[in-house]
């Protein structure tokens, strides 16, 4: 089982690239180049945290 730390860590990390979704859009509807990248590495990192989190490891086989 995923211990529960690790389980609210992901849930955090779908939060954040929830939240660099909406900066993306925003700065693709206002033309900002910048809060469009920033949008997008929040997206990218809050995504691979929620995999990297939620992968079981051998200690989760106990």
Request: charged share 20%; no cysteine; hydrophobic share 60%.
């Amino acid at each position: 089982m995923v211990r529960k730390y690790r389980v609210v860590l992901a849930t955090i990390a779908v939060f954040i690239s929830l939240a660099g979704m909406m900066e993306a859009v925003r700065g693709l509807l206002f033309d900002s180049n910048a809060e469009f990248l920033y949008g997008v590495v929040a997206l990218s990192l809050g995504v691979a945290a929620f995999v990297v989190l939620l992968n079981p490891t051998p200690k989760d086989e106990r």
